[in-house]
């Protein structure tokens, strides 16, 4: 079963690309057993970098860039922002050039009323309680939650 029942729903090798590229850009020492080299959809076993695939060198490009190299949609800006919110703890100003960041976070909020992945992205990378309330209430975009 594993991560084939989601790759109709998030771009996986997208997601897994962008975890890689965060984690060798990160600073050594934010990493710990908890951000290290973990990852629930298992960044370390990529075919093929973002650079090489992309041409993509940093996260900041890829959030501006994803649409036009990496073709459009709702997996990769899913994949992006979950690549983003697992490895929150290693972002890094310097990752991001101008208003990169904010004007991808902008796209995930403008989409997360509809949709269960960004809701959860959006949570994840709310930094505090209040933000984390203002998420969409769950049963809105769940099928699962009654």
Same mark, same amino acid.
């Given at each position: 079963?594993?991560?084939?029942?989601?790759?109709?729903?998030?771009?996986?090798?997208?997601?897994?690309?962008? =975890? %890689?590229?965060? !984690?060798?850009?990160?600073?050594?020492?934010?990493?710990?057993?908890?951000?290290?080299? /973990? %990852?629930?959809?298992?960044?370390?076993?990529?075919?093929? %970098? &973002? *650079?090489?695939?992309?041409?993509?060198?940093?996260?900041?490009? !890829?959030?501006?860039?994803?649409? =036009?190299?990496?073709?459009?949609?709702?997996?990769?800006?899913?994949?992006?922002?979950?690549?983003?919110?697992? /490895?929150? &703890?290693?972002? =890094?100003? %310097? &990752?991001?050039?101008?208003?990169?960041?904010?004007?991808?976070?902008?796209?995930?909020?403008?989409?997360?009323?509809?949709?269960?992945?960004?809701?959860?992205? &959006?949570?994840?990378?709310?930094?505090? !309680? *209040?933000?984390?309330?203002?998420?969409?209430?769950?049963?809105? !975009?769940?099928?699962?939650? /009654?």
């Amino acid at each position: 079963m594993g991560l084939f029942t989601l790759e109709d729903t998030i771009a996986i090798p997208l997601l897994q690309q962008m =975890e %890689s590229l965060i !984690v060798r850009g990160a600073d050594e020492k934010k990493f710990d057993t908890q951000t290290g080299w /973990k %990852s629930l959809f298992g960044a370390g076993n990529l075919e093929i %970098s &973002m *650079e090489e695939q992309y041409g993509l060198n940093y996260p900041g490009e !890829v959030l501006e860039r994803y649409e =036009e190299r990496c073709g459009g949609g709702i997996e990769q800006e899913r994949a992006l922002g979950l690549a983003l919110a697992e /490895k929150k &703890m290693l972002l =890094e100003e %310097s &990752m991001f050039v101008g208003a990169q960041y904010p004007n991808f976070i902008r796209k995930i909020k403008s989409h997360a009323g509809q949709d269960f992945y960004l809701t959860c992205v &959006m949570y994840l990378l709310s930094e505090k !309680v *209040e933000e984390q309330g203002k998420c969409v209430d769950i049963r809105q !975009v769940s099928p699962f939650v /009654k």
